[in-house]
């Protein structure tokens, strides 16, 4: 299945980058450029390293000059993660493109790269609470907790999987069909955020 493979991408993804645990390490995509494994890889790599700049910048001793520099680096990344999930996207429009779509065919309120970027943060949620779990250098009530999350997190993730299967195998009957918008961030573009346009 679909999500069954991409949950394999992200686990491996994830364990790829904490082989260094360093947000300055450069990717090593595994997979042929331009197929949709190295799209998933990709897109997970870019929310595993923001995953981190978020950490990173939530330290109460941050220099007020790098958690500046870290803020653009988050902001850039919220870029790059959008333009990756159009990028799926764009993939499965092409691949569905002859689809015969029926007359009662309805829209669904997500496009199918979008549930995706909810499993890829799915994945980065399940492995972050499974290290709480295992945590020694905590009282055994912490570690209870975090492995009641994990419970409803890895439920979650069989459930937002099916749900993803479902929507893919109605698209493919025709069932429903894809229709993307591209992503207007209003407040990267120096011709529509007031601040920057209001400059001299």
């Not at 492995?127 to 492995?147: F, I, L, N, P, W």
């Not at 993803?164 to 109605?170: A, K, S, V």
Request: overall charge negative.
């Amino acid at each position: 299945m679909f999500t069954e493979n991409a949950n394999r991408i992200f686990e491996r993804v994830i364990a790829d980058y904490h082989r260094w645990d360093d947000v300055d390490h450069p990717m090593e995509n595994p997979f042929e450029a331009g197929s949709l494994d190295a799209l998933l890889y990709h897109k997970n790599w870019i929310d595993t390293v923001q995953w981190h700049l978020e950490d990173i910048i939530r330290n109460p001793q941050i220099d007020p000059v790098e958690a500046l520099a870290i803020k653009r680096r988050i902001d850039k990344s919220n870029q790059d993660r959008t333009d990756m999930v159009e990028y799926v996207d764009s993939y499965m429009l092409e691949k569905y493109k002859d689809v015969e779509v029926a007359a009662d065919a309805r829209l669904n309120t997500e496009t199918p790269a979008w549930a995706i970027d909810r499993l890829s943060i799915l994945a980065l949620k399940i492995y972050h609470m499974g290290v709480e779990t295992k945590r020694e250098d905590v009282s055994e009530e912490h570690r209870a907790a975090c492995q009641k999350k994990l419970d409803v997190l890895l439920t979650q993730q069989v459930d937002l999987s099916r749900a993803i299967e479902e929507l893919i195998e109605d698209i493919e009957a025709g069932r429903k069909y894809m229709k993307t918008y591209k992503q207007m961030k209003m407040y990267n573009d120096p011709a529509l955020n007031p601040v920057l346009y209001g400059k001299k």
